[in-house]
Structure formats: structure tokens, C-alpha cells
Nanobody
Framework: QVQLVESGGGLVQAGGSLRLSCTTS????????AGWFRQAPGKEREFVAA????????NYADSVKGRFTISRENDKNTVYLKMNSLKPEDTAVYFC?????????????????RGQGTQVTVSS
């Protein structure tokens, strides 16, 4: 069973920064593309960012482009999400995922594995 464990969430004021980390029990490069998703109370799960397994290609949701940066270190089995210029609307539970891919059927990003998530709260 693949385990993904997130850390780095917390409470921050608007305009502030946080860096989320996600470590896995498996060799990261063997899990394919990795990514971050978020879900706010009462809202649908939302794709945030994805990075290819060698780290050369990235995708971002329009709502976070220019503010968030995803990266990975396969030798450390870790994926990161650096979040700058945070806004109150970024408040959500963020979870990392592995085996991320675009589904032509559902027209959204899907994944094979996910972590439990870490809370990010941005105060105004």
C-alpha cells in the first residue's frame, strides 16, 4: 500500500507563504506524475498543480498560476508545493497525489494514490 504523508500546512495571513511537503513510502519516480489537490468545505475537489515524474513538466490551475510552484526530489521521495501570495480563497485541505494523469473521459485530473491532507488556512 502506497502511503503519502503531507506536512507544512498551517495558518497564515493573506499575502504570506507556506511550503507543503509530501513524502512517500515508495520510490517516487516509480509512481509517475505527482500533484496537489485541494478541497474546501462544501466545495468540490480542485486540481492545484502537477509535475512530471522527472520534474521537467508542470501544470497549474489558473487560480494558482504565478503564485504556486510544484517540484519534486525523487531521491528523497518528496514532492513540494511552495505557495506565495496566499489568499483567503486558498483556504482548504491540501493533499498530494501520485499517479496523476489527465482523463479524457472525465476531463479532469485523476490519480492512483493520495494522502490524508494538511489544512491550510489563510486569514484576511
Amino acid at each position: 500500500q502506497v502511503q503519502l504523508v503531507e506536512s507544512g500546512g498551517g495558518l497564515v495571513q493573506a499575502g504570506g507563504s507556506l511550503r507543503l511537503s509530501c513524502t512517500t513510502s515508495e520510490r517516487m519516480f516509480g509512481l509517475g506524475d505527482a500533484g496537489w489537490f485541494r478541497q474546501a468545505p462544501g466545495k468540490e475537489r480542485e486540481f492545484v498543480a502537477a509535475v512530471s515524474w522527472i520534474g521537467s513538466n508542470t501544470n497549474y490551475a489558473d487560480s494558482v498560476k504565478g503564485r504556486f510552484t510544484i517540484s519534486r526530489e525523487n531521491d528523497k521521495n518528496t514532492v513540494y508545493l511552495k505557495m506565495n501570495s496566499l489568499k483567503p480563497e486558498d483556504t482548504a485541505v491540501y493533499f498530494c497525489a501520485a499517479g496523476v494523469r489527465w482523463s479524457r473521459t472525465t476531463q479532469q485530473f485523476e490519480f492512483d494514490y493520495r494522502g490524508q491532507g494538511t489544512q491550510v488556512t489563510v486569514s484576511s
